[in-house]
């Protein structure tokens, strides 16, 4: 099953994408997870992202676009994948539909995690994470509830970030709602539940 999973920064896509792929057994593939690994080991793509990713912009399309399409070989995507962050401009959807066409494969659903954005602006605020598991809490956890680990807040979540981050997902990637939609694959979920609720209502759509 291969999964793109769209919605606004904060809306619980990367929540989502690990039950997902506790559930299914299928690759997760996060460009912010995999940008911001390269900016803490300081490689090439790193020390190019990281402007972008600090200002709330998007990393150019041919950075992120190369990334992708070299990950999507690996052989753990071969049983399924989840999109989570990517495609995000429409040239990059387009990028993906003909690299997956090339490939003899396609998406399933691209499910579209829909949350208001005076909730989004709450929960960017008040997002923290585990610097050990990568576990997604909130303000309230002083350490990690998964491992003990101390829990960090991203740099681009801060006050001045989001709006500009909220602002570039409207203008660059909330239009590909309708590529999506046209494509007769897009299926959209109330993200302003619990994250069971959430899961419920995507399992229920996709089957289990
Ligand atoms: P995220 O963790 O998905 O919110 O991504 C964090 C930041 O990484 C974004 O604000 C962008 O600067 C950058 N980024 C992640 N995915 C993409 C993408 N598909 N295209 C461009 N920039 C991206």
Known sequence: MNIVLLGAPGAGKGT???RLIEKYGIAHISTGDILRAAVSAGTDLGKQAQKFM???????????????????????TKEGFILDGFPRT????????????????????????????????????????????????????????????????????????????????????????????????LVAVNGDQSPEAVFADIQAIIGS
């Open 16 to 18: 989502q994408a690990e």
């Open 54 to 76: 600090d200002a709330g912009e998007l990393v150019p399309d041919t950075l992120v676009i190369d990334l992708v399409m070299e990950r999507l070989l690996d052989d753990d």
């Open 90 to 185: 429409a040239t990059q959807a387009v990028a993906l539909t003909s690299k997956l066409d090339e490939m003899g494969r396609g998406i399933d659903f691209a499910i579209a995690v829909e949350v208001a954005p005076e909730v989004i602006v709450e929960r960017l605020s008040n997002r923290r994470l585990c610097e050990v598991c990568g576990y997604i809490g909130t303000s309230k956890d002083e350490v990690c509830p998964a491992c003990g680990g101390s829990m960090y807040q991203r740099e681009d979540d801060k006050a001045e970030t989001i709006l500009n981050r909220l602002s570039v997902y409207d203008s660059s990637t909330a239009p590909l709602l309708d590529y999506y939609r046209g494509a007769g694959q």
